[in-house]
């Protein structure tokens, strides 16, 4: 078992990586007052298990991004206020990044803010989503349009979780580790082109990824400035997830397709072979034109060009403001024609 302590915001929690720790639950939960335990139902029965262990109402909304949405926030507050949860009652997210997100709006804005745990389940969610305090909703079918900044009391990491994931779950998550070490950490990246991702390595690799994020997210952790360097490969990633229509590509397989128009072609010939031995895509057809649209709704945007993150050299990254339409003829170089 590694802990990770971090402080963004002066805001002090523990991020717990382990094998076996849902079996452990009470152990990272305070005792006394009320516990809302959100899951959905794609999770297998491991919200019953953290209930069993600490008690609590377990409400269980449907799998998919597509919980990600204003309705389903009101119903989950709505079963908040009916199980009359108070100030100082906690919500418990035990999912992948949808529950993740969603749990953690939900906390944010109950009774203008209550304790908010994650026993992120998924890898995407284990290396990513779960460290950082970002949550949000989509709308009109954009990606985290609303949300806010909200640290959680705790996040524990248990990976066993992991066995009962189908691969192209596995290879979604693994490129976000991929995308902290392509800037962050060529050791990282050397681990993961020698050998991938396996059971023996998994640990190893969540925790220095979550530790890349950790010292970006103490650093910045509103996105004014270093934070934004999470985002590689998120903007033409974000458009291709959104134009594809939410959930029919995974978020980390739209990760892996925006990352290759912001590298140069011979770097290119390095991070295939590797998307390949983690299984993924490296070939998309798309209108591009259409990424535009997407792209203008970005959050990353400062007037009329976004904040973009390339890298040249792996471990390494900068950032340039690029508009809408310079990005989508990097993506039409690769994946189709403009129309």
């Known amino acids: 078992m590694r802990e990770i302590i971090t402080a963004p915001g002066g805001h002090e929690y523990r991020i717990t990586i382990g094998s076996g720790l849902i079996s452990r639950a009470e152990e990272f939960i305070p005792s006394g007052g009320k516990n809302f335990i959100l899951t959905d139902d794609g999770v297998p029965g491991y919200a019953g298990a953290v209930a069993a262990r600490v008690g609590g109402t377990v409400f269980t909304v449907p799998a998919g991004e597509g919980s990600k949405s204003a309705e389903t926030f009101l119903h989950v507050i709505s079963a908040m206020s009916s199980a009359g949860l ?41 290396v990513d989503s779960s460290v950082g305090g970002k949550n949000g909703l989509d709308i009109n079918g954009i990606k985290n349009q609303i949300g806010t900044f909200y640290q959680p009391r705790g996040v524990i990491i248990d990976t066993d979780t ?38 023996r390595n998994a640990e190893e690799i969540i925790y220095r990824a979550v530790d890349i994020k950790r010292r970006v997210v103490e650093a910045d952790e509103r996105e004014g400035g270093l934070r934004r ?19 029919r590509l995974t978020h980390g397989e739209c990760v892996a397709l925006g990352i290759l128009p912001m590298i ?75 129309k």
Not at 162 to 169: A, C, K, S, V
Not at 170 to 196: N, Q
Not at 229 to 247: P, R
């Open 162 to 199: 992991l066995r009962t994931l189908p691969p192209r779950q596995i290879a979604s998550g693994a490129c976000e580790a991929l995308k902290m070490a392509m800037t962050s950490d060529g050791d990282l990246f050397y681990l993961m082109e020698r050998e991938g991702f396996t059971e």
């Open 86 to 126: 108070g100030r100082r009652d906690r919500l418990i997210a035990v999912g992948g990044g949808v529950v993740g997100d969603l749990g953690g709006f939900c906390a944010s804005v109950y009774m203008r803010g209550i304790d908010f745990y994650d026993f992120p389940t998924t890898l995407l969610s284990q």
């Open 229 to 247: 360097i999470l985002n590689f490969g998120h903007t033409i990633g974000h458009a291709i997830e959104s134009s594809a229509g939410l959930g």
């Open 264 to 338: 140069p072609e011979k770097l290119r010939k390095r991070v295939i072979p590797v998307y390949e031995k983690l299984g993924l895509p490296t070939r998309y057809t798309c209108d591009c034109g259409a990424l535009v649209k997407y792209m203008e709704h970005d959050k990353k945007a400062e007037g009329e060009k976004l904040f973009t993150v390339l890298v040249d050299k792996i471990g390494e990254c900068h950032i340039e403001r690029m508009s809408p339409s310079e990005l989508a003829e990097r993506a039409e170089a690769l994946y189709g024609e403009r």
